[in-house]
């Protein structure tokens, strides 16, 4: 992915809500337009640097996208990796207390692996 790195996602991020299809994506250097799932998954990969460690990392449970209540009160998807959260408001990694401090209300609900399979690969082939 080239310069894509986590300090250029944040910079460049650009929130644009999905359409009817909530599909997801991971985002590219050109296009780092997209929601907080895309920016959840986006943010994973360029820690992974791979597909592979991508999946892996969501399969055996070292990262989770979880829904959350953000502090406006809408539902919200998070990154939380390696004991930490980053999201597309934060744009930077914080701890579980930060969030909660921030108004955010973590449900504890997870998104499965295979449902971001699914949403990730709708997201490919509507493109």
Request: hydrophobic share 15%; glycine share 20%; proline share 4%.
């Given at each position: 992915m080239g310069r894509l790195d986590l300090e250029y996602l944040a910079k460049n991020f650009e929130y644009k809500a999905d359409d009817s299809r909530n599909s997801w994506r991971i985002l590219k250097e050109d296009d780092?337009?997209?929601?907080?799932?895309d920016y959840a998954l986006t943010a994973l990969y360029i820690e992974t640097g791979s597909m592979v460690k991508f999946w892996k990392e969501l399969i055996i449970g070292s990262a989770k996208i979880k829904?959350?209540?953000?502090?406006?009160?809408?539902?919200h998807a998070i990154l939380q990796y390696k004991?930490?959260?980053?999201?597309?408001?934060?744009?930077?990694y914080v701890d579980l207390s930060y969030l909660i401090e921030a108004g955010y209300e973590i449900t504890g609900i997870n998104y499965l692996w295979l449902t971001a399979l699914i949403k990730v690969t709708k997201g490919a082939l509507l493109k």
């Open positions: 780092l337009k997209g929601d907080c799932e829904y959350c209540k953000s502090p406006s009160g809408g539902g004991g930490m959260y980053i999201d597309n408001w934060q744009r930077k």
